[in-house]
């Protein structure tokens, strides 16, 4: 079965970095673009980040544009999003997920499978 994973969250203070990782399992990686999502509590999940299969596209929500980077290594099914310079309000669950990614366009999941259990970013101190 499908699955995506995510890692790497935890307690950072403001101005601090995380890396974060999601790692895929059970179908061909790069047949995707995959993006990461976010959802603090009490509110709903907003887009991060996207990538496209093979890097052409990589984009951005307008909070984390020179702060986060979204790369992937397909030979190793995993994509990372590097946050730096993390705010208070960067404090959520970050998720991972197939994803629409491309120019001009909103970026959203696709596919049928629901969300993976995502990991903590906590902002603080």
């Known amino acids: 079965q499908p699955q995506l994973a995510e890692s790497g969250g935890g307690l950072v203070q403001p101005g601090g970095s995380l890396r974060l990782s999601c790692a895929a399992s059970?179908?061909?990686?790069?047949?995707?673009?995959i993006g990461w999502f976010r959802q603090a509590a009490g509110t709903g999940r907003e887009a991060v980040s996207c990538?496209?299969?093979?890097?052409?596209?990589?984009k951005y929500a307008d909070s984390v544009k020179g702060r986060f980077t979204i790369s992937r290594d397909n030979a190793k099914n995993i994509v990372y999003l590097q946050m730096n310079t993390l705010k208070p309000e960067d404090t959520a669950v970050y998720y991972c997920?197939?994803?629409?990614?491309?120019?001009?366009?909103?970026?959203?999941?696709?596919?049928?499978?629901?969300w993976g259990q995502g990991t903590q970013v906590t902002v603080s101190g």
């Open positions: 997920a197939p994803a629409f990614c491309a120019a001009h366009y909103a970026i959203s999941k696709i596919g049928p499978d629901p």
């Open positions: 059970g179908f061909s990686f790069d047949a995707d673009a």
């Open positions: 990538i496209s299969r093979r890097d052409e596209i990589t």
